[in-house]
Every structure is written in C-alpha cells, then in structure tokens.
C-alpha cells in the first residue's frame, strides 16, 4: 500500500470525526452557558478545540455568536467544522478507488449540502439543527466503513484514524470541563458540583444513559473521570479507543510482516497504563497532568504512524 493511500485514509477519517467531535463540544458549550458565564464557557469550548489562540487574533472579545461561527466555518481556523468537510472530501478524492460507494455517498453528499447552507445556518436559532445535520454526516460516513469495507489495510488505516482523534478529543473536552467546573476554593480535587453541569459534560460525549447503566447513582466527578478514562465499555473512553489503536496497529504489523515501529511501543504502553491504572491513583497524581499527557502522547503517536506507514 502506498504511503500517500495510507495517510489518505487516516486523514479522511481523522477530519470525519474531528466534525463530530466539534458538533458535540458546540452543544455542551449552549447547553452549559446558562449555568456559568457565557464567556468562561465558550472560553472553554475554544480551548478544548484547541483554537484558542487563532480565536484572539480575529476576535477581540469571547461572545456566543462569534465563538460559535469560528469553530463552525471561520475562514482563519483549519479545524472549523465547514474546514474538516472540505479536507475530508479532498482525501476521499484522492482514494476514490479505495472507498467503498457508501463511504464516497457519505462525504460527498454531506459536502454539497455543506454548499447549500443558508447564510444564517450557525445563528443562535438554526445552530442546534446545524450540529444535528454534523453529526448526521459523521455517523453515517462511520457506519459506512464499519458496515462495507473489506477487513484489509484501508480499514484499518481509516479505523486507526477515527480512534486516535477520539481519544485526543475525549480527552481534550474531559481536561477542560474538569477544571471549568472544579470549585475556585476547593483546595482539593473532585468536590461534590452541581448534577446539570456534570450531565453536560457526559452528554458532550453521548455517556449519559452509559453512565446511569454503569454507576447507578447520582453524576460524581470522579466517576465521570472513570467512565471517560478507564472503563472499556465506554466507547469513547481512552481505554477503549487505545484498545482499538493496538488493535489497528497489530493487524497492519501483520500485513507488513511483522514489522513494527515506535508507534506500536507509544500505542502499547498508553493502552497497557490505561487497562491496569486506577482513578483513585490519576486523581491522586493530578487528573490535569494525567490528561495533559493523555494529549501529548496522541500527538506523538500521530506523528511516529505518520513515519512508520506514510513516508
């Protein structure tokens, strides 16, 4: 398989479910910006996307509207949702060949409807149906490959690319909500917060009857923590999603012979951590730190896949 194909794939579905990701980090942000301040929480969503910074140097100030639009369609941010539509057709015309019809019918539908959006589709009054017709697109382009392709290369190239950018945004959105919501005079970690806000974040995730069915009790902090750090039923949890990064990596070490590279060492020992680690121990380390590696190590993974199959 050529390196150009491989890193076709793995970034087709990595802009996928970066669209998806982004359509639900938008809805907590609306969701929770009636408990705390509207500026602290789309604050958060900018960070959590990791746009912060191209966000100042347009905007002056942190308003709901002007949040909202840079991370749906701001010309300035590579990672706006409209932005992620166009890089992921872009990768899915360069394998055209290799996408079964499904896959192509899935990006390519939901960019021409992206053409036909009306100037006023990221308002305050059309953003929730905006986010929902995101996420249409995400879920049916996922179904597509899960249901069509052959278990060769090419799935497992787009299947490794969907789950690292879970487990970055998984993450990502955990680190940040986490310290938004932890009480300024709490001198510890974890205090007892209100159940509406730590139901926003569950719900950014789509964990809300997951964590009913797991806990059986009333929205706690460090059972959120859990649920996205440790548990493999979650399965948008950095254990399930490195569970299936191993899994990925595996299956094309074997297709290449067996040879493997520093991105099946990186892989193997977050997913070995991830399966034997405790909460009680991440909290007591610091859940920021823990998180904060979380991310630093997906970066790193990206780029060791990137020298070891796509140069």
Known sequence: MLARAAESLFWLARYMERMD???????????????????????????AAGVDQLYDQVHQAVTPENAARFLCTGASNPSAIISCLDMARLNARAMRGALTRDMWEAVNQGWLESRQLPENAFSAALLPDTLDWVRTISTRFSGAYETTMLRNENYWFTRLGTFLERADNTARILDVKYH????????????????????????????????QWVYREEVKPWNVAELLVLRPEM???????????????????????????????????????????RIGDIFQSGLHEHLTQQIERAAELGDQIAAHYMR
């Open 235 to 277: 399965p948008r949890s950095l254990r399930a999603c490195y569970d299936a990064i191993t899994e990925c990596l595996d299956e094309l070490a074997a297709s290449h012979g067996g040879r493997r590279g520093e991105c099946h060492r990186i892989a193997g020992a977050i997913a070995s951590q991830l399966r034997y680690g």
């Open 21 to 47: 990701n982004l359509a639900r980090l938008i809805e907590a942000a609306q969701s929770m910006a009636g408990v705390l301040s509207e500026t602290e929480e789309w604050r958060s969503a900018l960070t």
């Open 180 to 211: 938004l919501l932890l009480p300024q005079d709490s001198s510890g970690v974890g205090g007892m917060l209100d159940y509406y806000q730590w139901t926003s974040v569950l719900r950014a995730v789509s964990a809300v009857r997951a964590y």
